[in-house]
Every structure is written in C-alpha cells, then in structure tokens.
C-alpha cells in the first residue's frame, strides 16, 4: 500500500521555525504521541483537512517512536513503519478508505502529514484496515 504524501502547512511552518528560530513556537517533539488515522476524504492536503473515518470501532491507532525507522542521514529523508498497524474491525457503517494520515493526537490535534492510497478501499462490516509493517512511508523532498 504506497501512498502519495504531503507534509501538512503546519508541519512546513513548524519545522522552519524549529530550525531557523530556535523553536520560538515550541514545536513539541511528538515522541510516543503519533497518531495514525483514515480518512474518507481530503478538502486540503496542504491545510491538513480531512473527513475521518466513522466506521463503528473506529479510532485512530497510537505508535511510539520506536515503530518507525529512519535512515541514515546520507539517504533520503524519509521513515517507515517497523511494524504492522491495524485498526479495529468495522461493526458497521461502511467507509470508502481514500486517505491515511498522521496526527498529533487521538482526535482533533494537528494533522502533520497526509498520504492518498493508491486505490480506494471499501470497509465494510467486520472488515479490518491493516497496514503492513514497512508500507506506510513518510518522504520529505
């Protein structure tokens, strides 16, 4: 499942503030505080706009720090999940999966990237949304 990604404006402007004013905003470093979410629809990849999910059982799934790998500094910047995800199975209330993305909180928070599946996937009732260990990467170019 590769999806195509975007840093959200909020994770462009806090980065650039981290880096070039001495975090005069305190970005606060997520640590364990990742959130991975689905989304049915995207109004603004850039604003970090979404529709989530509403499946019955639906929640977006916590991953610590250490479930994500990242390269080297002398390849390219970008991380991957070391693990699988799963979120919990539909009760019902079917969703068309278009988008997953990654926040700062269990709801509402900032959304800091957002990445569209290659196809659209249709979750009915007692279907599980599952994310093999190493398919969702994250690039900044």
Do not use: C
């Amino acid at each position: 499942m590769a999806t195509s990604n975007a840093a959200t404006t909020y994770t462009e402007h806090a980065l650039l503030q981290f880096l070039f004013k001495n975090n005069t905003e305190s970005f606060a470093s997520p640590g364990d505080n990742i959130y991975v979410g689905l989304a049915t629809a995207v109004s603004s990849a850039e604003g970090g706009s979404v529709t989530e999910a509403t499946f019955s059982n639906y929640a977006r799934v916590q991953r610590a720090a250490s479930t994500w790998t990242v390269p080297a500094v002398s390849t390219d910047a970008q991380v991957a999940t070391t693990t699988q995800i799963e979120f919990p199975a539909s009760g019902g209330t079917n969703n068309t999966i278009t988008h997953v993305f990654i926040a700062s909180a269990s709801s509402s928070g900032n959304i800091y990237f957002i990445g569209e599946l290659d196809a659209p996937k249709t979750i009915a009732t007692g279907d599980i949304f599952r994310i093999n260990a190493g398919n969702l990467s994250i690039q900044l170019n």
